[in-house]
T-cell receptor, first 116, second 110 residues
């Protein structure tokens, strides 16, 4: 149980285009999901907290207009990287908190974004 | 915010050796998880251990919440244990994101 999927697993896009990444909890509902970014040989950094039915909360330094987050259902959150640039190339990982409120988080397999 | 420090940053072992990875955190937590990140980037959930001791095969973990540290033990290491081990914690509120340490990179050679 407690499986989280991400789609796509890998994407290459041209500079200036937008890319959407989906995060799904497959066998549980998640009121809260989180988006992290990981650069090569670094740790995971929290980008934003996504709550179903409300606006996401972004960490300091993360542009909310560039990284659009939508959490429209209890099993799906999406991250859209708008007007992508090469510096946005990274590994994006989501996690989900089961509902009712739980402390243990479950992570997706990640999406590797390359912007050319 | 909470600070998470992991040590050592790098560890090189011969197959069959035992090792201990440490995670120190700066404040009280309600969640502590240990992960192994495989070469493809997937985070493998090893332990959910905000306190106490757990064992799973060759791996075990102990968290002493009052002293704000956790230890991950790997016994009889195998080459497949290689990778990055992360400790992550969240503060005393439900629905709070995990804060990750910088990780310990383990290399096990045959």
């Amino acid at each position: 149980g407690a499986v989280v999927s991400q789609h796509p697993s890998r994407v290459i896009c041209k500079s200036g285009t937008s890319v959407k990444i989906e995060c799904r909890s497959l066998d549980f509902q998640a009121t809260t999901m989180f988006w992290y970014r990981q650069f090569p040989k670094q740790s995971l950094m929290l980008m934003a907290t996504s709550n179903e039915g409300s606006k996401a909360t972004y960490e300091q330094g993360v542009e909310k207009d560039k990284f659009l987050i939508n959490h429209a259902s209890l099993t799906l959150s999406t991250l859209t990287v708008t007007s992508a640039h090469p510096e946005d190339s990274s590994f994006y990982i989501c996690s989900a908190l089961p509902t009712p409120a739980s402390y243990e988080q479950y992570f997706g397999p990640g999406t590797r974004l390359t912007v050319t | 915010g909470i600070q998470v420090e992991q040590s050592p940053p790098d560890l090189i072992l011969q197959e069959g050796a035992n090792s201990t990875l440490r995670c120190n955190f700066s404040d009280s937590v309600n969640n502590l998880q240990w992960f192994h990140q495989n070469p493809w980037g997937q985070l493998i959930n090893l332990f959910y251990i905000p306190s106490g001791t757990k064992q799973n095969g060759r791996l075990s973990a102990t968290t002493v919440a009052t002293e704000r540290y956790s230890l991950l033990y790997i016994s009889s290491s195998q080459t497949t244990d290689s990778g990055v081990y992360f400790c992550a914690v969240s503060a005393n509120q439900a629905g709070t994101a995990l804060i990750f340490g910088k990780g310990t990179t383990l290399s096990v050679s045959s």
